[in-house]
């Protein structure tokens, strides 16, 4: 009798179905990993074998694509097997009780040799042929998860399912298709009992074929794998689930202010990218509760790029009361191209038409549609790193927490405060700088399991901000080989922790779950992920939800979270931010604050550049070796500005009395009006008065009159400096010899004693002449003989 390839490729996963399980946690210490291959010892009567029913075989679609489909990412294993599954369909995300179980992916040849007649099975870790087989236990554990997720994915660990599969003829290299298997619920039935052990499952399909260096065998040639969990319809507990997606970036800029690394920004607002991914992710939520994790710099800084990434520039803001300004913005740049450690330096505007522009502006619709209708939880400005910033840098916090920024406000986004790091870890120590009653999110990993259960309190508080422990586990993804962060892998296992939640609850309300989604995500996924989130057990809510106190809470003295409690490991320290970056990034806030002091309220450049500070110490840059330097080099920029302003005084000035006036010059060789106040300080012997605050135009020339009082004699320095309202000096210092008036006064007795004397002498003189002019003989007998 002759068999088809095909009908041979079937009965060697028949012979197979039954396949020894062990996962991490049940392998002895000595036992080695070993492929799905058959013990001799399961080649026994009884062994499942035959072809697929009618009723369980799904029909091939016959679409078959090149190059059409994306591998399956390799983000965390690297998957080996010569042909790679993906699991893009799995309805419903839970093991039904009626109806069937279906699951939708894609096969590609990852070699170079052409594939044929490959078989797809469904696996499960239940039914009568686990009974031989040893099949790994039912999870009801998270720890269990997180075990699950680190198995090698060639460990067996389910029996394959004969009854369902999907064929697919011929896969040249690098080829796709598309493949769909459905087990009906008589089947589930057959596999799961009337009675299914509640828990969590393992599911996934094999793929098994042929080429010509690797012939027909019982060893699975592409595996995808995934969880599946089962709640019973007599459990009441509903766990409330708040699913977060983050829009966080690494924003850096060029020596003229432009943003920086433009390619990268372009890449993030795509599709794929880690802004334009979790905005088309979240957009498919819908209606559902979930809550955006923003930094408010990210949306101006797309606002930016949308705008042409213009350069750094002082900018008159508009005025609707008066006539549109002819002022020159000033945009002199710092530094030649070139120097600016690969970040290069912007020169113009970009055109309307670069795709970075319209990417940006694509992007900012979205967001502006999409957002404001949604729960937002806003970090601080810049996100900076407060981890850092609570030893090198306390004043950072509240500073971020003034800028709410500009598109989000424009936007009328009412976002709740919240602070966290991108994974989840901030410095105990660092959470009492928060004052705000900001939400703080921490990964549960923080909580030491030997002070809290295993799932931590989530009514917690340090100070007035609620604690929401974050599901590290959830946000991990799946067990792979196929791609972790996969929509769907991502969902099954927030569906599975939220199952081991409800199952645990017993006759009381289930501990919520948080999970922060990763920013690496697919979008052609999303619309399945949400769908699948629709079960009797979890309910969709918000952060902010999440926090509101119950009815039954303690009072919140009793609810105090011990930071001591808290763990920090050495290795998170180890990444902060530098102290050298946040006292460059102090020093730019300062001296930005002077600009805009002098400049007044008509300019934003302040908000700008202190902006600028902030995203220098965000958390996204603790890797990035360049900060400091950049930060140093915007402060230069400032201080540049701030030097134009200069006061220009005599050589020397000398008073006709105690008290008078003199005067000297204000220089503003910027091209816009400022106000400013000139500081006069010398020693305890005189009094200086200036007539504070001074306005100087543009490109000006001014002078200012000075008034002095001295106390004593003698010459007196008086310091000039120009300062910003509240005395901050912002250009250098000018000195100038103030003498005294009462040292004229003394050198005009001795002159009027010497003129005196001379007057008395001449006067002594003419008197004697005379006299001997007039009496000749007297003055020759007092003269004497001759």
């Given at each position: 009798?002759?068999?088809?390839?095909?009908?041979?490729?079937?009965?060697?996963g028949?012979?197979?179905a039954?396949?020894?399980t062990?996962?991490?946690?049940?392998?002895?210490a000595?036992?080695?990993?070993?492929?799905?291959?058959i013990?001799?010892?399961?080649l026994?009567?009884g062994?499942?074998?035959?072809?697929?029913?009618?009723?369980g075989?799904?029909?091939?679609d016959?679409?078959?694509?090149?190059?059409t489909?994306?591998?399956?990412s390799?983000?965390?294993?690297?998957?080996?097997?010569?042909?790679?599954?993906?699991?893009?369909?799995?309805?419903?995300?839970?093991?039904?009780?009626?109806?069937?179980?279906?699951?939708?992916?894609t096969v590609?040849?990852?070699?170079?040799?052409?594939?044929r007649?490959?078989?797809l099975f469904p696996?499960?870790?239940?039914?009568?042929?686990?009974?031989s087989?040893?099949?790994?236990?039912?999870?009801t554990?998270?720890?269990?998860?997180a075990?699950a997720?680190?198995?090698?994915?060639?460990?067996?660990?389910?029996?394959?399912?004969?009854?369902?599969?999907?064929?697919?003829?011929l896969?040249t290299?690098?080829?796709?298709?598309?493949?769909?298997?459905r087990?009906?619920?008589?089947?589930?039935?057959?596999?799961?009992?009337?009675?299914?052990?509640?828990?969590v499952?393992?599911?996934?399909?094999?793929?098994?074929g042929?080429?010509?260096?690797?012939?027909?065998?019982?060893?699975a040639?592409?595996?995808?794998?995934?969880?599946?969990?089962?709640?019973?319809?007599?459990?009441?507990?509903?766990?409330?689930?708040?699913?977060?997606?983050?829009?966080?970036?690494?924003?850096?800029?060029t020596?003229?202010?432009?943003?920086?690394?433009t390619?990268?920004w372009?890449?993030?607002?795509s599709?794929?990218?880690?802004l334009?991914?979790?905005?088309?992710?979240g957009?498919?939520?819908?209606?559902?509760?979930?809550?955006?994790l923003?930094?408010?710099?990210?949306?101006?800084?797309v606002?930016?790029?949308?705008?042409g990434?213009?350069?750094?520039?002082?900018?008159?803001?508009?005025?609707?009361?008066?006539?549109?300004t002819?002022?020159?913005?000033?945009t002199t740049?710092?530094?030649?191209?070139?120097?600016?450690?690969g970040?290069g330096?912007?020169?113009?505007?970009?055109?309307?038409?670069?795709?970075?522009?319209?990417?940006a502006?694509?992007?900012?619709?979205?967001?502006?549609a999409?957002?404001?209708?949604?729960?937002?939880?806003?970090?601080?400005f810049?996100?900076?790193?407060?981890?850092?910033?609570?030893?090198?840098?306390?004043?950072?916090?509240p500073?971020?927490?003034?800028?709410?920024g500009?598109?989000?406000?424009d936007?009328?986004?009412?976002?709740t405060?919240a602070?966290?790091?991108?994974?989840?870890?901030?410095?105990?120590?660092?959470?009492?700088?928060?004052?705000?009653?900001a939400?703080?999110?921490?990964?549960?990993g923080?909580?030491?399991?030997?002070?809290?259960?295993?799932?931590?309190?989530?009514?917690?508080?340090?100070?007035?901000?609620?604690?929401v422990?974050?599901?590290?586990?959830?946000?991990?993804?799946?067990?792979?080989?196929?791609?972790?962060?996969?929509?769907?892998?991502?969902?099954?296992?927030?569906?599975?922790?939220?199952a081991?939640?409800?199952?645990?609850?017993?006759?009381?309300?289930?501990?919520?779950?948080?999970?922060?989604l990763?920013?690496?995500?697919?979008?052609?996924?999303?619309?399945a992920?949400?769908?699948?989130?629709?079960t009797?057990?979890?309910?969709?809510?918000?952060?902010?939800?999440?926090?509101?106190?119950?009815?039954?809470?303690?009072?919140?003295?009793?609810?105090?979270?011990?930071?001591?409690?808290?763990?920090?490991?050495?290795?998170?320290?180890r990444?902060?931010i530098?102290?050298?970056?946040?006292?460059?990034?102090?020093?730019?806030?300062?001296?930005?604050?002077s600009?805009?002091?002098i400049?007044?309220?008509?300019?934003?450049?302040?908000?700008?550049?202190?902006?600028?500070?902030?995203?220098?110490?965000?958390?996204?840059?603790?890797?990035d070796?360049?900060?400091?330097?950049?930060?140093?080099?915007?402060?230069?920029w400032?201080?540049?500005?701030?030097?134009?302003?200069?006061?220009?005084?005599?050589?020397?000035?000398?008073?006709?009395?105690?008290?008078?006036?003199?005067?000297?010059?204000?220089?503003?060789?910027?091209?816009?009006?400022?106000?400013?106040?000139?500081?006069?300080?010398?020693?305890?012997?005189?009094?200086?008065?200036?007539?504070?605050?001074i306005?100087?135009?543009?490109?000006?020339?001014?002078?200012?009159?000075?008034?002095?009082?001295?106390?004593?004699?003698?010459?007196?320095?008086?310091?000039?400096?120009?300062?910003?309202a509240?005395g901050?000096?912002?250009?250098?210092v000018?000195?100038?010899?103030?003498?005294?008036?009462?040292?004229?006064?003394?050198?005009?007795?001795?002159i009027?004693?010497?003129?005196?004397?001379l007057f008395?002498a001449?006067g002594?003189?003419?008197?004697?002449?005379?006299?001997?002019?007039r009496?000749?003989?007297?003055?020759?007998?007092?003269?004497?003989?001759?």
């Open positions: 009798m002759h068999l088809s390839p095909v009908t041979l490729r079937r009965l060697a028949a012979v197979g039954v396949v020894l062990v996962t991490a946690t049940t392998l002895p000595n036992a080695e990993p070993r492929d799905d291959t013990s001799p010892s399961l026994a009567p062994s499942p074998v035959g072809s697929p029913s009618s009723e075989v799904s029909q091939r016959g679409q078959v694509s090149r190059g489909a994306r591998a399956p390799t983000e965390d294993d690297t998957d080996t097997a010569p042909l790679s599954l993906t699991i893009d369909r799995l309805t419903p995300g839970e093991l039904p009780r009626r109806g069937p179980l279906e699951v939708r992916g590609t040849n990852s070699t170079l040799e052409t594939w007649d490959i078989s696996i499960f870790n239940a039914g009568s042929d686990c009974a087989a040893s099949c790994a236990p039912v999870m554990t998270s720890a269990q998860l075990a997720v680190e198995t090698d994915p060639e460990t067996p660990l389910a029996v394959r399912n004969v009854e369902t599969s999907d064929e697919i003829e896969l290299p690098g080829q796709t298709a598309s493949y769909s298997l087990i009906p619920q008589r089947e589930l039935r057959r596999i799961f009992g009337k009675r299914p052990t509640p828990g499952y393992w599911f996934g399909v094999h793929a098994l042929a080429s010509l260096t690797n012939p027909y065998d019982n060893l040639d592409g595996r995808a794998r995934t969880f599946l969990p089962y709640v019973p319809g007599s459990t009441d507990a509903v766990v409330d689930t708040a699913v977060v997606l983050p829009l966080r970036a690494a924003i850096t800029r020596a003229d202010g432009a943003l920086a690394r390619a990268d372009l890449e993030a607002l599709l794929d990218g880690t334009g991914g979790p905005l088309a992710f957009t498919a939520a819908g209606d559902r509760p979930m809550s955006w923003v930094d408010p710099a990210v949306p101006d800084a606002r930016n790029l949308a705008s990434n213009p350069a750094r520039a002082i900018r008159q803001l508009p005025d609707p009361d008066l006539e549109p002819t002022e020159t913005p000033d740049a710092t530094d030649e191209p070139g120097e600016d450690d970040d330096t912007s020169q113009d505007r970009l055109p309307d038409t670069d795709p970075l522009v319209l990417s502006r694509s992007w900012l619709a979205q967001a502006r999409v957002v404001p209708d949604d729960a937002v939880l806003g970090l601080p810049g996100d900076p790193d407060i981890s850092s910033a609570a030893e090198f840098l306390p004043e950072l916090y500073i971020a927490r003034r800028y709410p500009v598109e989000l406000t936007w009328g986004v009412d976002a405060r602070v966290a790091s991108p994974d989840g870890y901030l410095d105990p120590a660092a959470l009492e700088t928060v004052d705000d009653g939400v703080i999110i921490l990964a549960d923080m909580f030491d399991v030997e002070s809290f259960s295993e799932t931590p309190r989530s009514d917690s508080l340090i100070g007035e901000s609620p604690v422990p974050a599901e590290r586990g959830a946000a991990q993804g799946g067990p792979g080989p196929d791609a972790r962060k996969a929509p769907v892998a991502l969902r099954q296992r927030i569906l599975s922790e939220a081991l939640r409800a199952l645990d609850a017993a006759d009381e309300d289930p501990a919520p779950l948080t999970v922060v990763p920013a690496t995500l697919d979008a052609d996924g999303s619309a992920f949400w769908d699948g989130l629709e009797d057990w979890l309910r969709l809510r918000t952060v902010a939800e999440l926090t509101v106190p119950a009815p039954g809470d303690a009072p919140a003295a009793q609810r105090q979270l011990d930071l001591e409690d808290l763990v920090y490991p050495a290795d998170r320290e990444r902060e530098s102290r050298g970056v946040m006292t460059e990034a102090d020093r730019l806030i300062q001296a930005a604050h600009l805009q002091s400049l007044g309220d008509r300019y934003d450049i302040g908000a700008e550049l202190t902006g600028e500070a902030l995203t220098g110490t965000s958390f996204e840059l603790r890797r070796d360049g900060v400091q330097a950049r930060l140093a080099r915007a402060h230069q400032v201080t540049e500005r701030l030097a134009m302003i200069s006061v220009e005084t005599p050589n020397g000035v000398t008073l006709s009395g105690r008290s008078g006036g003199f005067s000297v010059a204000l220089r503003n060789d910027l091209p816009h009006p400022v106000t400013v106040n000139l500081s006069a300080t010398t020693d305890d012997g005189a009094r200086i008065e200036v007539p504070n605050p306005q100087l135009a543009a490109n000006s020339r001014t002078s200012v009159p000075i008034s002095a009082e001295l106390l004593r004699t003698g010459v007196h320095n008086v310091a000039f400096r120009v300062t910003d509240e901050t000096a912002i250009s250098g000018e000195t100038l010899p103030l003498r005294s008036g009462r040292v004229g006064a003394v050198i005009w007795v001795i009027g004693t010497g003129a005196a004397i008395l001449i002594i003189r003419l008197r004697r002449r005379i006299r001997d002019h009496h000749p003989d007297e003055a020759q007998a007092q003269a004497g003989p001759a």
